[in-house]
C-alpha cells in the first residue's frame, strides 16, 4: 500500500440534486441515504482499505476546504484546492505533479467523492487488479455492467466475444459519451459495452506522460519549474497555474485520444447517485414501490414516487405515479420522475439565474 495514493474528486455543485444539494452545501456533503454518514465520509474511508490515511488527498473548490476538514478529518495539507472551476483535467494534473513529486512511484486512485458503492469487498478486489494493470503503464478504468439503456452514462465498448467473466481486464476500444436512447438499447444489448464508472487507476507517471502527449499546454502550467510543491510557495503556484489553464475534462483531454486504455469488469453495487431518481432504486420501497426518508409522510393511492422531507415534517400525498417530491432549503419542488433531467435548468430559473 505504500506506493497507492487516493485522489478524491469532490469540487462538484450537484445541481441534479437540487434542492437538497445547493452551491453552499453540494450533496456529497450531505447524507442522502440517511446512514449517519455522508458521501464524502463514506468514500473517504473506503479508500482507507487501499491507501493509508496520510495518502488520501481530496481535490475541491477553495469555498470547500473547511467543510472537507471537518467531515473527512484530514488534514489541510491534503485537501488540494482550486481557486476556480477548470473541471477535471487541470485537478487531475495538479494532483499528479504533487504526488509524482513525494512518489515517483506512486500508483494514484481517482474516484468521485459522490458515489455509492453497496459491496466494498469486491471494490477492493477490483482496484488491486485496476493497479495491477496499471504498473504495465495502462490507464485503467472501471466499467459498470449496464442494469438499463440509461443516456445519462458514458459508455465503454470493448471486445465482449470471449471472457467477460466480472474482473475480468480489457482493452477499450472507444468511449461514448452519453449516447442517446436507441444507441444506449444497443449498447447494452449488445453485451460488450459497460458504464463508465469515472474511478480511475493510473501511476502519477503515466498521467503525467499521457498530459504531455495529448496536453502540453496544461502539462506545463502545472509542472513546476523549480520546487514549488509541497512547500509554502504551492498554493501561489497552483492558483496562477488554474487560472490560465483551459477548462477541460480528463476524458476528453486524455482518455478519447490514448490507446493505452484498459477496463477492469465490475459490478459491486455502484451508483453515481447523479439523479433523485438514481438514488431511488437504492432506497427500501413499500409494497407500492414508494421510497420514503421522512418519519410524518403519508401516502395514499400513490406508487412508485420518492419523497424525502426533514423528520418532523408532516406531509400527505395523494394520486402520484412516479413523481420526485422534496423539501430542502425551504424549497419544495414536485416533478415526475421521468422529467428529473429538467431538474438543472428548472432550479436556476427558480433561484433566479435562469
Known amino acids: 500500500m505504500n506506493n497507492n495514493f487516493g485522489v478524491i474528486m469532490a469540487g462538484g455543485i450537484g445541481s441534479r440534486f437540487w434542492p437538497m444539494s445547493q452551491e453552499s452545501m453540494p450533496k456529497q456533503f450531505l447524507d442522502v441515504l440517511g446512514t449517519g454518514k455522508t458521501l464524502i465520509q463514506m468514500t473517504t474511508d473506503r479508500l482507507k482499505r487501499i491507501a493509508p490515511a496520510d495518502q488520501i488527498y481530496v481535490m475541491t473548490n477553495a469555498d470547500y476546504a473547511d467543510l472537507v476538514h471537518e467531515q473527512t478529518g484530514l488534514p489541510y495539507e491534503q485537501i488540494l484546492t482550486e481557486p476556480m472551476r477548470k473541471n477535471t ?82 482493452e477499450v476500444i472507444k468511449f461514448t459519451e452519453k449516447p442517446n436512447h436507441d444507441m444506449a438499447v444497443k449498447f447494452v444489448s449488445s453485451g460488450d459495452y459497460y458504464w463508465n464508472s469515472g474511478i480511475f487507476i493510473w501511476k502519477a507517471s503515466t498521467v503525467i506522460n499521457a498530459l504531455q502527449q495529448f496536453k502540453p499546454e496544461i502539462d506545463q502550467l502545472f509542472c513546476t519549474k523549480g520546487n514549488d510543491y509541497n512547500t509554502a510557495d504551492e498554493q501561489a503556484f497552483v492558483n496562477a497555474a488554474f487560472e490560465a489553464s483551459e477548462s477541460i475534462s480528463i476524458d476528453y483531454a486524455v482518455l478519447e485520444p490514448s490507446d493505452n486504455i484498459s477496463v477492469v469488469l465490475a459490478d459491486f453495487g455502484w451508483s453515481d447517485l447523479g439523479t433523485w431518481g438514481s438514488l431511488y432504486t437504492h432506497l427500501k420501497q413499500d409494497e407500492h414501490g414508494n421510497a420514503v426518508i421522512g418519519d410524518q409522510v403519508h401516502l395514499f393511492e400513490s406508487k412508485n414516487c420518492i419523497v424525502n422531507v426533514p423528520n418532523g415534517k408532516k406531509v400527505v400525498l395523494q394520486g402520484l405515479d412516479d413523481y420526485i417530491v422534496v423539501e430542502a432549503n425551504n424549497t419544495i419542488m414536485v416533478i415526475r420522475k421521468i422529467d428529473e433531467q429538467k431538474i438543472k435548468d428548472y432550479s436556476a430559473i427558480a433561484d433566479g439565474n435562469g
Not at 121 to 126: L, T, W
Not at 131 to 145: E, N, P
Open 89 to 170: 483535467a487541470p485537478c487531475i494534473a495538479y494532483a499528479a505533479h504533487k504526488i509524482h513529486a513525494l512518489n515517483q512511484n506512486a500508483n494514484l486512485i481517482v474516484a468521485p467523492s459522490d458515489h455509492l458503492i453497496l459491496n466494498e469487498e469486491n471494490f477492493v478486489e477490483i482496484i488491486q487488479t485496476a493497479i495491477r494493470t496499471a504498473q504495465k503503464d495502462r490507464i485503467v478504468t472501471l466499467g459498470i455492467k449496464p442494469s438499463r439503456p440509461d443516456t445519462g452514462y458514458g459508455y465503454i465498448h470493448f471486445d465482449g466475444s470471449n471472457d467477460t467473466t466480472l474482473g475480468t481486464v480489457k
